[in-house]
């Protein structure tokens, strides 16, 4: 009898607590428009997640730059406001330098995981961010220059582009007038002439119908688009050992799920040329110059940046 009743009165007790243990929802901002294709990436992922996640852990999605504005987004990760975010690095460059270094991989995520690349970024992200980098949700995706005045080689003196962080020490090496903007305001900098070009990844631009106002793509393309979600680090530590497994299984699942940026990109190649977008190429030892001028001056202001983690980082990440 007694026994039965130090069980039961046990179990009381703890009853509470493992109810309490069990489901924990995150809120999920986008720092990209609700339109952009990697919100509609992660979508079926996140009912997926919501899914199987019943009594474990639920995804909030709270919605794009209306409810959090693009560059504050990283901040809000930062002080927990949101537990979740789907951003790029370069929204983020006001908490450390090393946000937008990523875009500089040229190895898969699969790779950054197995050379520790992956571990790296999470000490850094966590010291400097107090972020957990949980998966990276964009692969084999350039970013390219756009615009709307023809030129004959890499050289953008008197032209005014659009652009954040990923962008900035390399069209500036080329000589362009720079303006930030978060994506929602590019299509207004275009249609007012604000700006005569801008730089996105070569695929996205029919998202908030940037084609109606773009003549020319720059080939070649360079660096590759940082897309992922990351997670508020005090969030990240306060799940129990269960929810943690649930979360890295989702995690990899979507990093599962980059194979298809390959045929996307290619469809939106497509699509340029049926809108017009006319393609300006250079020959090619101007092509490669170009190339190696964006790695170089993105990597010496990495390095000018961090001293510490930029010079770690390229080796890790490089091929
Ligand atoms: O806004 C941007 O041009 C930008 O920085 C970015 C980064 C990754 C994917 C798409 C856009």
Redesign the pocket.
């Known amino acids: 009898m007694k026994r039965i009743a130090w069980i039961a009165t046990a179990a009381a007790a703890l009853a509470p607590l493992a109810v309490a243990a069990q489901e924990t929802t995150l809120k999920l901002v986008s720092a990209f428009p609700e339109v952009a294709t990697y919100v509609k990436h992660i979508t079926p992922w996140m009912q997926k997640f919501n899914a199987e996640g019943k009594g474990v852990l639920q995804i909030n999605f709270i919605g794009g730059p209306k409810a959090i504005p693009t560059f504050e987004v990283g901040t809000s990760v930062k002080n927990g406001v949101v537990e979740l975010a789907l951003a790029?690095g370069?929204f983020y460059t006001n908490l450390m330098p090393e946000a937008d270094f990523l875009k500089l991989a040229q190895i898969t995520v699969a790779e950054q995981r197995a050379n520790g690349a992956f571990d790296y970024v999470n000490k850094v992200w966590n010291q400097k961010a107090n972020m957990q980098y949980l998966a990276r949700v964009?692969e084999d995706t350039p970013f390219h220059l756009y615009l709307n005045k023809r030129i004959d080689r890499p050289d953008l003196k008197d032209l005014k582009i659009r652009v954040?962080p990923?962008y900035r020490d390399f069209f500036a090496a080329l000589g362009a007038t720079l303006m930030q903007t978060a994506?929602a305001e590019v299509y207004t900098a275009l249609e007012r002439g604000v700006v005569d070009g801008y730089?996105?990844?070569i695929q996205?631009i029919f998202d908030l119908n940037w084609h109606e106002k773009t003549k020319y793509r720059v080939d070649p393309g360079f660096y590759n688009?940082?897309?992922s979600i990351t997670m508020n680090l005090d969030a990240y530590r306060k799940l129990t050992a269960p929810q943690r497994q649930f979360l890295e299984k989702q995690a990899l699942a979507l990093e599962a799920m980059n194979g298809v940026w390959k045929k996307l990109n290619e469809e939106d190649i497509r699509r340029q040329a049926q809108a017009g977008i006319q393609v300006i190429t250079f020959d090619a030892a101007t092509s490669r110059k170009y190339l190696e001028q964006a790695y170089e001056v993105a990597w010496a202001g990495a390095v000018k940046a961090s001293p510490e983690h930029g010079p770690q980082l390229r080796k890790l990440l490089s091929k």
């Open positions: 790029t370069a964009v954040t990923v994506p730089g996105w990844p996205g688009a940082e897309v």
